[in-house]
């Protein structure tokens, strides 16, 4: 009954979108069966979707703490990197910044040309929500000039943000120039270069010589 109980939680564990009673009602479910003696053998998985849950709720150090259980218990796991990828993702999200620039830092040797991107782009993306724009701008063009191409659109996506970033310091001329070269590079109909149109016509009304107010 236990592991027919936990096969049905696997196949029917509800998307990310789920209500918030499930995700808490799932979360529960998993501690038991970490708790449980005959549990042992699926004692990995559960803890996987324990940290897919916490994350679900937000709720951060507990994400925090599991992820650092599993990297302790599973140092072999296939998906190991991507966990670790993900704590520094956590830490972040704690508004942890230095921590997780740390965290990504010290992982990006490691990397492949995919995860490089990914990992870079974080870095950035911490620096911008720590407010320094400046630094954030710094890396997200390294993503774009330092890294390789990839599957996922890391790389154009850091140039929309990058023009974001001269964007909140004031520097308009240097934030549209940006988004003109996604334009140029990009060609008509991309989306990516619909997107960066639609942020050029919003720019158009504003001074490029407008005090930096950071908004």
Not at 35 to 43: C, K, L, N, S
Not at 178 to 202: H, S
Request: charged letters at 30%; a positive charge.
């Amino acid at each position: 009954l236990f592991l027919s109980f936990f096969f049905f939680l696997m196949i029917r564990r509800p998307p990310r979108s789920t209500l918030f009673p499930y995700t808490t009602l799932f979360r529960s479910a998993f501690q038991q069966v970490l708790a449980h003696p005959q549990g042992r053998d699926y004692h990995q998985r559960a803890l996987l979707y324990l940290i897919r849950c916490s994350k679900d709720l937000k709720r951060w150090d507990q994400a925090i703490r599991l992820t650092r259980k599993y990297l302790n218990q599973y140092p072999n796991a296939d998906d190991i990197f991507r966990r670790k990828i993900e704590l520094a993702s956590f830490l972040k999200e704690l508004n942890e910044f230095n921590r997780a620039i740390e965290h990504f830092v010290a992982l990006k040797p490691y990397a492949d040309n995919e995860r490089l991107a990914e990992i870079q782009f974080f870095i950035a993306e911490s620096y911008e929500e720590m407010g320094n724009f400046q630094r954030a701008a710094i890396e997200f063009l390294k993503v774009r000039y330092t890294t390789k191409p990839t599957k996922l659109p890391w790389h154009v996506t850091a140039q929309v943000r990058t023009s974001d970033c001269f964007r909140r310091m004031g520097e308009i001329s240097k934030a549209r120039q940006i988004l003109e070269r996604i334009i140029k590079e990009r060609g008509p109909g991309d989306q990516f270069a619909i997107f960066a149109q639609q942020k050029l016509e919003a720019l158009k009304d504003q001074d490029a010589d407008n005090p930096k107010d950071g908004s």
